[in-house]
């Protein structure tokens, strides 16, 4: 992000950015034509539950969500792509070293830690967190401020499941996120590009909104290390910065907190930061995006960027009233 002065200067074609699309994408289509065929929910889910998965990692199935805007029909990206083009600083600032450098991370036994304004803190384990509700499957669309995006489909469920479980004080006005920083575990904790750990947040409005994910899982399988293991954020409506991978603390406080890119570039990178294609950053233009897995360089096809990244009917009252060019 604030290293790079050329957003595309750093994407180089690779073959797996157009190959077609897998295993998953056909049981998607599947399952589009057997929704429209009047299959009831409960057997696509029995299928879906089922079907071919990359089969790298151990199974986490979840039932297609109910919640408005938790679906899309468009074409997934492919695993390949998802799980080796990643930002995760805290393994190195190029995009291929997540996948080449996160294999030391160890995600179990883990642990998530929920202080500050709330009638009732804990430390969550993670098998008592994968329980605490029911798993579902989300596809979002993820967009990076960098100018790139996917699709993924996701398990999880809300992060308000766990926010109404330690009941929020009256004072509570924000939720921070803070992520792991172990060096044993996380060779870019070497490097100061970043205040470590990586710190995000958000109103507790926001929290709450029932497609701000807790994530555990993508296709059908535990997260990958390189895209967050064993539990992260999603919150499809912002650009992909403010959803912190590895969370180790979930924090209730009264003022805004301060947010690790908020830090290192206030200019470039606000709170809020919701995908806005108005407003630009200012060094490059929010307006178009390249869809990851559909050409590179030259001949990337660009996509229009949509507001709240195509979340506006579900988000937009959230902001009601704002300026979302001075709260960016
Ligand atoms: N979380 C942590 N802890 N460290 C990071 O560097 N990068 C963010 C976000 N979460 C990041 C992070 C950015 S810039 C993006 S775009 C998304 O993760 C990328 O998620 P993905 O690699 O799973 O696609």
């Known amino acids: ?26 049981r998607r289509q599947w399952l589009a034509g057997l929704a429209a065929a009047g299959v009831a929910w409960a057997s696509r889910d029995a299928w879906a539950q089922s079907a071919q998965r990359p089969g790298k990692l151990a199974p986490l199935p979840g039932k297609a969500s109910t919640v408005a805007g938790a679906t899309t029909m468009e074409k997934a990206t492919s695993y390949e792509d998802v799980t080796s083009y990643n930002n995760f600083y805290e393994f190195g600032t190029d995009k291929s070293d997540p996948v080449a450098y996160a294999g030391k991370l160890k995600p179990r036994p883990w642990t998530v830690e929920v202080e500050g304004l709330v009638n009732k803190p804990g430390r969550f384990d993670l098998d008592a967190l994968l329980k605490l509700a029911p798993m579902e499957e989300r596809i979002y669309r993820l967009r990076c401020v960098e100018g790139w995006s996917m699709v993924i489909p996701w398990q999880g469920y809300s992060l308000a499941e766990l926010i109404k479980r330690v009941e929020p004080q009256g004072s509570a006005k924000y939720v921070e996120f803070v992520t792991l920083a172990d060096r044993q575990q996380m060779p870019g904790l070497r490097s100061n590009v970043l205040d470590w750990p990586y710190v995000e947040g958000l109103r ?18 535990v997260l990958p ?6 539990v992260r954020l999603m919150v499809p409506w912002k650009y992909g910065f ?27 990178y606000g709170f809020f930061s919701n995908v806005n294609p108005t407003v630009a950053h200012p060094r490059w233009s929010q307006a178009t995006e390249r869809r990851i897995g559909e050409g590179s360089g030259l001949f990337a096809k660009r996509r229009e960027t949509l507001m709240f990244n195509g979340y506006e009917a579900q988000v937009g ?6 300026d979302l060019r001075k709260f960016y």
């Open 1 to 26: 992000m604030i290293i790079r002065t050329d957003r595309d200067g750093f994407v180089h074609p690779r073959s797996s950015e157009i190959t077609s699309r897998g295993a998953y994408l056909q």
């Open 317 to 322: 009252q959230l902001y009601a009233g704002m």
């Open 242 to 268: 403010k959803s912190g991978k590895s969370i180790v603390k979930i924090r209730f406080v009264e003022q805004m907190p301060r947010t690790s890119w908020n830090l290192a570039a206030p200019q470039e």
């Open 225 to 230: 290390n390189q895209n967050g293991a064993p």
């Open 204 to 221: 507790l409005d926001e929290a709450q909104h029932p497609l701000a994910l807790l994530a555990f899982g993508m296709y059908g399988e």
